[in-house]
């Protein structure tokens, strides 16, 4: 496990200054996690590791202009049982 400072954070995930911005920042966070998760909740995404099992979205990190994310997806160790 690699623990990264923010001096080490690559540069869309320094933190920006305004508390205004940190708002913004989390909001669309937030939104782009909804999103992502009805999308793997949809079955839009066919990825063989993820089939069967119970997906989360734990965090998105977004840049501080808001072009880039970072989408933290994590699987549940427990398969889904299939019929």
Do not use: F, Q, W
């Not at 690699?2 to 937030?30: E, M, Q, V, W």
């Amino acid at each position: 496990m690699t623990i990264l400072r923010d001096d080490d954070a690559p540069p869309h995930h320094k933190k920006s200054s305004s508390p205004a911005a940190r708002s913004a920042n989390c909001g669309r966070a937030k939104s782009v996690r909804h999103a992502i998760a009805e999308i793997l909740l949809n079955g839009s995404v066919h990825d063989s590791e993820l089939e069967g099992h119970i997906i989360s979205v734990p965090e998105v990190r977004m840049s501080p202009d808001l072009k880039l994310a970072t989408i933290y997806v994590m699987r549940s160790a427990a398969a889904i049982p299939t019929r």
